[in-house]
């Protein structure tokens, strides 16, 4: 937002407050990764902005798959602030692909290829997708785990209520949308106390 704004540099002090921390944190925690800065003057907003972006892997494109194209996952590949963060949807698979093509394609304003989830290996290999997307009803969401796997996408977002197993050398990030809002109904409920 500094940048958008056309600020050139930036204080541990204003960032700290932007965090919620404290100016000697910022610091500390940079430093665990490098020189950034300048003593007395700060830091320079572009070149720390792709210092971290290095730091995070988000100098590059990742490359997505979504399994599953019913309201959530429909949403996701509908969604355009993926291509603003590098990320990039390269394949939708769906156990009926004729059945959503037309309402994706309606939104989308260009036909979409969904395809079924029974070629994802070949489709992950040919289009090098780093991530898939999990949005199945959960009675599915381990059988999609093994396909990708199988398929060796390394990076797995899964948004289905069920803890899913996968082998040493994947990654699993669960977005239980219930846990999130049980989180601010408890922080309220404390607020009301």
């Known amino acids: ?23 000697a944190q910022v610091r500390k925690d940079l430093a665990y990764f490098g020189e950034f800065g300048i003593r007395g003057v700060g830091y320079y907003i572009k070149d720390l902005y792709d210092d971290i972006k290095n730091i995070l892997g988000l100098n590059r494109e990742w490359r997505m798959a979504i399994i599953g194209i019913g309201n959530l996952g429909a949403s996701l590949l509908l969604y355009k602030d993926f291509l603003k963060k590098n990320y990039k949807i390269v394949a939708a698979f769906d156990i009926d692909p004729s059945g959503v093509v037309g309402r ?29 997307i999990i949005t199945t009803p959960a009675s599915e969401a381990q059988k999609v785990a093994d396909k990708i796997v199988e398929a060796n996408i390394k990076g797995i977002l899964n948004f289905t209520p069920v ?31």
């Open 1 to 23: 937002m500094l940048e958008e704004k056309g600020e050139v540099v930036v204080s541990s002090a204003q960032l700290a407050y932007a965090c919620g921390v404290n100016a």
């Open 104 to 132: 994706v394609s309606e939104k989308m304003g260009k036909p979409v290829e969904i395809l079924h989830p029974d070629r994802l290996k070949d489709v992950a290999k040919e289009r090098k997708i780093d991530i898939a």
């Open 163 to 193: 803890q899913i197993k996968v082998p040493k050398g994947f990654v699993v990030k669960n977005v239980y949308f219930t846990n999130v809002l049980d989180n601010v109904a408890y922080l309220l409920h404390l607020k009301r106390r």
